[in-house]
């Protein structure tokens, strides 16, 4: 017998739980920070090749463009240390169950958008 499986998911219909945004955020965060190594290393490396270049990566610090650049990258590590420090934790065996592993996926999320928050008005 032939099972009826759907040809073709429509994913805007589907209703993901909070760990799976927790999950799916946590990949691209990881993905963000492969990127801001590149970033990060640019500048250091024009940091280091003159006073020049140090006082251009400076001016860099002190533009709206960059500064908006280097809190998304703290965002994206915030974010993944959060997101991993709640997978070992998991790995422990803590927060399993559908409603703890919810719950654990809220908390990461709210405490990401706060620090955010907090690391960006120091740096502005």
Known sequence: ??????????????????????????RISGVIMVFAIGILLWTLSLSLSSAEEFAQVKALLDGLFFKLIIIGILSALI?????GIRHLLMDLGY??????????????IVLWIVFTVLVGAKLW
């Open 95 to 108: 927060f399993e169950e559908l409603a703890s592993g919810n719950i654990s996926a809220k908390l990461i």
């Open 79 to 83: 974010y993944h240390l959060l997101g």
């Open 1 to 26: 017998m032939k099972k009826q499986r759907p040809v073709n998911l429509d994913l805007t219909t589907i209703k993901m739980h909070p760990a799976a945004h927790a999950s799916i955020l946590h």
